[in-house]
């Protein structure tokens, strides 16, 4: 069955920096695309960024600039790599397959 497992989240002062990493298993992991998502406390869950099978990605306005998604094939893995954070980036992050299948979260807290 299909599973992601993220890890990498933490506490950051603002203009910190943290890479999270999401491991896949249980299907072909080159054959999708990935994405992440968060959620704010009292927020609904919104798009961070995504990256298709072919490396091609996109990102939310609000992230653009300061976040970069990557993915290792080899390794089944794919990563946030969060820089110049803000506040307002605190919430729960989650690794996303097909927004059918998601990961269990990695929480992320910024602090000013």
């Known amino acids: 069955h299909v599973q992601l497992v993220e890890s990498g989240g933490g506490s950051a002062q603002a203009g910190g920096s943290l890479r999270l990493s999401c491991v896949a298993s249980?299907?072909?992991?080159?054959?999708?695309?990935m994405g992440w998502f968060r959620q704010a406390p009292g927020k609904e869950r919104e798009a961070v960024a995504r990256?298709?099978?072919?490396?091609?990605?996109s990102y939310a306005d609000s992230v653009k600039g300061r976040f970069t998604i990557s993915r290792d094939n080899a390794k089944n893995t794919a990563y946030l790599q969060m820089n110049r954070l803000k506040p307002e980036d605190t919430g729960v992050y989650y690794c996303?397959?097909?927004?059918?299948?998601w990961g269990q979260g990695t929480q992320v807290t910024v602090s000013s």
């Open positions: 996303v397959r097909g927004m059918a299948y």
């Open positions: 249980g299907y072909t992991y080159s054959s999708h695309c």
């Open positions: 990256i298709d099978i072919d490396g091609g990605s």
